[in-house]
C-alpha cells in the first residue's frame, strides 16, 4: 500500500502537467528571484522544452536590434543622398502670383453716356461694345465739315477759273504793251523829222506807260491766286492745301463720331459697369476691363535660386484656389533688376546699419492654355517649379569638403 506522501506527490505532478506553461514556468521565475535556494524538485519537474522557450525571444531582439543599428545610419545617410542628388533640379517657391493684361478704359470724347451695352463681370470679345456716348452733337459737326469741305472744293475750282482769267488777261495785256510801243516808236520816228506834234508824241508814251502799268497789276494779280492756290496752281484740287484742312477737318469730325462708341480693345471680363446718363470726359477711366487670356505670373525666386533657371525651361503650376488642378508653363524671361530697384524709395545701403537680406528677382512664367481647367484669375497665388534639367552629382557633394581639407579636386585641376 502506497504511502500517503507518495500519493500527494503524483496528484501534484497530474496537477503540473495539466496546467499551461506559462503557470509551470512561474516556479523558474521564483527560483532566479532566489539564486542561493535551490530545490532538486522542482528543477526536476521543469520538462526541457520549458527550460530552452524564455530564450529565443530574447536572442531575436538581439539580432534585430544590432541590424536596426547597422541599417539604420546607412538607410538615413542614403535617403540624404538621394535627396541632395535630387533636389537641385527643381526649384521652387510661392511667391508668385497670375497676371494679366488690365486696361481702364476712357472716351476719346467727351458727352453723357446713352447706352450700356454690358454688365458687370461679363465677359466680351475683341470689338465688342462697351458703351456708347449721345451722337447727335457729333453728327452735327460732321455735316458742318462736311459742308465746308465741298465749300472749300467750290473756293479751290474758283480760284483755279480765276488764275487762268488772269493768265489770258496777261496775254492780253502784253498785246498791247507791244502795239503801245510800236505806236511810241513811230511817234518819236515822226518826231525827229518834226512831221508829228509833241502831243501826239506824249499821248503814245502815256500809252506805253499804261500797258506796262496794267501788265505790272496783271501779274501781281496772278501772284496773289496762286498764292492762294497754295503756289501751285497746277495741282489737282483734291491736293491743294486748303482743301486738304478741310477734308482732315470732314475726317476728325467722322472719327469723333465713331469715337462715341467706345468698344473692348481685347478679349476678358469687364468691371463696374458705368451708369446711364453718366457725362465722361477724354481721358476719365470709365470701366475696367481684364483679360482672361494668355496669363502669366510673376514669379519672386530668391537670387540664391536663379543659378540654373533660365528662358525655355518647363514649370509645373499650382493655384491655391484649386488644389487638385496643375498647369503647365515656360519660363518666358527674367527681369534685369531686382524688386526693391522698381520701389518708390529703394534701400539705401551706403549706412553703417547694414544688414544682408537674399533679393528677389522676378521671373515671367507664360502659363499654358487648359481649356479643360478652371477659369484662372488676375492675382491668385500660385506655387510654381521650374524644372531646371541640372541635377547635382556627388562631385558637388565631395567638394565642398574637400575644399574645406585644402585637396583639390581633379576637375577643378583640369579646369585650370
Do not use: C
Amino acid at each position: 500500500m502506497p504511502s500517503e506522501t507518495s500519493v500527494t506527490e503524483q496528484t501534484q505532478n497530474r496537477a503540473e502537467q495539466g496546467r499551461p506553461a506559462a503557470s509551470r514556468a512561474v516556479p523558474i521565475l521564483e527560483a532566479r528571484r532566489q539564486p542561493h535556494s535551490f530545490d532538486p524538485e522542482a528543477e526536476r519537474s521543469v520538462p526541457e522544452d520549458d527550460k530552452a522557450a524564455p530564450r529565443r525571444p530574447g536572442r531575436k531582439r538581439r539580432l534585430i536590434r544590432r541590424a536596426l543599428l547597422l541599417l539604420g545610419p546607412l538607410a538615413v545617410l542614403a535617403v540624404g543622398i538621394g535627396l541632395y542628388l535630387s533636389g537641385g533640379r527643381y526649384v521652387a517657391t510661392e511667391n508668385a502670383y497670375l497676371q494679366a493684361d488690365m486696361v481702364m478704359i476712357a472716351p476719346q470724347v467727351a458727352g453723357p453716356i446713352a447706352r450700356v451695352a454690358v454688365t458687370a463681370n461679363q465677359e466680351v470679345e475683341t470689338g465688342q461694345v462697351l458703351f456708347s456716348i449721345d451722337p447727335a452733337p457729333f453728327r452735327l459737326a460732321l455735316d458742318k465739315a462736311q459742308a465746308k469741305l465741298a465749300a472749300t472744293r467750290s473756293d479751290v475750282e474758283a480760284l483755279k477759273a480765276t488764275y487762268a482769267q488772269k493768265q489770258e488777261q496777261l496775254k492780253v495785256e502784253q498785246s498791247n504793251l507791244a502795239y503801245a510801243q510800236q505806236q511810241f516808236n513811230r511817234q518819236s520816228a515822226l518826231a525827229s523829222k518834226r512831221v508829228a506834234t509833241q502831243s501826239a508824241l506824249d499821248e503814245a508814251r502815256r500809252n506805253l506807260q499804261v500797258a506796262r502799268d496794267t501788265i505790272s497789276v496783271v501779274q501781281h494779280q496772278i501772284e496773289q491766286v496762286a498764292a492762294q492756290l497754295g503756289g501751285d496752281p497746277n495741282l489737282p484740287v483734291e491736293q491743294e492745301p486748303s482743301y486738304r484742312e478741310a477734308l482732315a477737318a470732314r475726317d476728325q469730325a467722322q472719327l469723333d463720331l465713331e469715337h462715341t462708341v467706345v468698344r473692348a480693345p481685347f478679349a476678358g471680363v469687364t468691371g463696374k459697369k458705368p451708369e446711364l446718363g453718366q457725362y465722361v470726359s477724354p481721358g476719365s477711366a470709365v470701366i475696367g476691363l481684364v483679360a482672361d487670356r494668355n496669363l502669366w505670373i510673376d514669379a519672386n525666386f530668391k537670387e540664391t535660386e536663379l543659378t540654373d533657371i533660365l528662358p525655355g525651361q518647363p514649370v509645373t503650376i499650382e493655384v491655391d484656389t484649386y488644389p487638385d488642378h496643375r498647369w503647365h508653363g515656360t519660363v518666358e524671361s527674367i527681369s534685369q533688376a531686382t524688386g526693391s530697384e522698381f520701389s518708390v524709395l529703394p534701400a539705401q545701403n551706403a549706412t553703417g546699419n547694414w544688414v544682408k537680406v537674399v533679393q528677389r528677382i522676378p521671373v515671367r512664367i507664360a502659363v499654358e492654355a487648359d481649356p479643360d481647367g478652371p477659369q484662372l484669375r488676375a492675382g491668385m497665388s500660385t506655387w510654381v517649379q521650374v524644372d531646371t534639367g541640372r541635377s547635382r552629382t556627388l562631385a558637388d557633394l565631395v567638394s565642398p569638403v574637400l575644399k574645406l581639407l585644402g585637396v583639390e579636386t581633379a576637375t577643378a585641376t583640369a579646369s585650370k
